[in-house]
């Protein structure tokens, strides 16, 4: 199983990303029954959960990100996504998608790096 994230870049404050999350080497009833999930890392800081969908595509949200971020997921594409709306130089960070397997192997992404200038 691998991820494959994509779609991070340099944007001014206030402006938009959307990140992609393309899974591979799962079949389609798995991939669409995992929660699929967002975290970012910030230079000197821990990771952290951005945003998680399950897979009957209820959603979790940080409280920083609330309004701002929108999660997804397209399970015939195996893919997840992160809109990313009125972005602020605080959500600068290497962005990492993740799920689960069988309630216990987790697996990552290789990151994406937002920065947002002010």
């Known amino acids: 199983v691998q991820l494959q994230a994509s779609g991070g870049g340099l944007v001014q404050a206030g402006g938009s990303l959307r990140l992609s999350c393309k899974a591979s080497g799962m079949i389609l009833s798995e991939f669409s029954g995992n929660i699929m999930s967002w975290y970012r890392q910030a230079p000197g800081k821990q990771r952290e959960m951005v945003a998680t969908?399950?897979?009957?595509?209820?959603?979790n949200y940080t409280d920083s990100v609330k309004g701002r971020f929108t999660i997804s997921r397209d399970n015939g594409k195996r893919t997840a996504y992160l809109q990313m709306n009125n972005l602020k130089p605080e959500d600068t960070a290497a962005y990492y998608c993740h799920t689960i397997r069988f309630k216990k192997y987790h697996y990552w992404g290789q990151g994406t790096l937002v920065t947002v200038s002010s």
């Open positions: 969908v399950t897979g009957s595509k209820d959603t």
